[in-house]
């Protein structure tokens, strides 16, 4: 069994604010891809360890995009977030005694393994009350998978998750998800992870979700392996931030961000110079951060975003997110800036626009986006907590 990287109990409950630089409202959503089909896992079992923990997603301010290792999810560059409320996963994990090692459960889950690369263990997921099985569940049982080699623990797991999305549906993120499964997935297995192992194990899930286990404003070091490449929160006490969230599509995206930035690492000519910005930009960031001024963080933010994207458009063939639409919200926020207030956008990877907001001022930009987006969603979201177990 592989313990080294178990840190002292962390305790339950009141102690998972402490992941965060402040302690923040709760509550939000995410999303794992969720492709549907029925497993069907009846049986009488008891029950070896369980757990339930709740994660928030986060908004990147300076990107992470591209991977230096694609197993351990070490990235090219180091990334700042913020980590908001109002987009949620909570997410049990019970670990079943009934199960040993290399039990498949019945044959639909055996027959969707087989045709997607995934654990020998017949794991159960079900999100928002609907079984899942294909891609989702090969994802997160190769994810468990870790944590049963960590634990010594060769069980199949029940994951039950639910997420609040305002919107219905595609607010693309796998960041809270695995954030919420990493927490409650090593608490079931007894393994008290420190706040730092946590975000190293939650990586594993999903790059961005290393920074969902952490509250507010949190930076992800890249590092350069598995001890090393973990979030830790940014003091963000100077500034009162928000984000705006423009909701112009909840549709799948047309590539994943996986697939997406391999082909941009791969084939785009600028990918380089933009990764080279990322160094900058995030210096720019912390001392705009340190100093409280939400200006110079915006305009920085917006800026590392569009020379993200134009390095995904310049891939060959382009990997192209945005919608007609995206480009009426980027004009919209920048009309709204030079109308006196504090926006600036960001994208990630998909055609909804987030605005980075002076927290005075979020509640007016929403409402001027809505008047001058009426087709689109639009949503103020705050700083959120990191990772709150239930027990
Ligand atoms: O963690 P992933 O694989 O979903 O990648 C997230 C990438 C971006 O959202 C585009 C940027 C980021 O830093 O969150």
Redesign the pocket.
């Known amino acids: 069994m592989n313990v080294t990287s178990v840190g002292e109990a962390t305790g339950d409950l009141g102690q998972a604010a402490q992941l965060g630089a402040r302690s923040y409202g709760t509550d939000a959503d995410i999303d794992i891809d969720t492709d549907s089909a029925v497993v069907s896992r009846t049986s009488a079992t008891s029950a070896l360890g369980s757990a339930t923990a709740s994660a928030n997603a986060?908004?990147?301010l300076i990107?992470?995009?591209g991977k230096a290792d694609e197993r351990l999810i070490i990235p090219r560059a180091s990334?700042l977030?913020l980590t908001l409320d109002g987009l949620t996963t909570r997410t049990s994990v019970e670990f079943l005694a009934d199960g040993g090692p290399g039990d498949t459960g019945d044959s639909d889950v055996s027959a969707s393994n087989n045709a997607t690369d995934t654990s020998a263990i017949a794991d159960s997921l079900t999100i928002d009350g609907k079984p899942q099985a294909g891609k989702s569940l090969a994802r997160v049982s190769r994810f468990l998978d870790i944590v049963r080699e960590r634990s010594g623990i060769d069980a199949p797991a029940r994951v039950v998750s639910s997420n609040t999305v305002p919107f219905g549906a595609g607010l693309a993120?796998?960041?809270s998800a695995f954030a919420a499964l990493a927490a409650a997935a090593s608490r079931a297995v007894g393994l008290d992870l420190q706040p730092r192992d946590l975000s190293r194990l939650a990586r594993r899930g999903?790059?961005?979700?290393c920074r969902s286990v952490f509250g507010g404003l949190v930076k992800w070091n890249a590092g350069h392996d598995d001890a090393t490449s973990y979030a830790e929160p940014v003091d963000d006490s100077k500034l009162d931030l928000a984000i705006v969230v423009v909701l112009i599509s909840g549709e799948k995206k047309p590539i994943s961000?996986?697939e997406a930035m391999r082909r941009t690492i791969a084939t785009s000519p600028l990918y380089d110079a933009w990764i080279d910005s990322c160094a900058s930009d995030l210096s720019e960031a912390l001392r705009a951060v340190a100093g409280g001024d939400v200006r110079r963080l915006g305009e920085v933010t917006e800026a590392n975003s569009f020379g993200?994207h134009a390095a995904m458009m310049a891939s060959r063939p382009a990997v192209m997110y945005w919608l007609p639409e995206t480009v009426e919200a980027l004009r919209a926020v920048a009309s709204i800036r030079e109308s006196g207030l504090g926006a600036w956008a960001t994208m990630?990877?998909g055609p909804n626009v987030k605005v980075l907001a002076d927290g005075r001022d979020a509640t007016k930009v929403a409402d001027e986006l809505r008047s001058r987006l009426p087709g689109c969603g639009v949503e103020v979201h705050r700083p959120g907590s990191g990772v709150r177990f239930e027990r």
């Open positions: 986060n908004i990147a990107k992470y995009w990334s977030s993120s796998s960041a999903s790059g961005s979700a961000s996986r993200m990630d990877a």
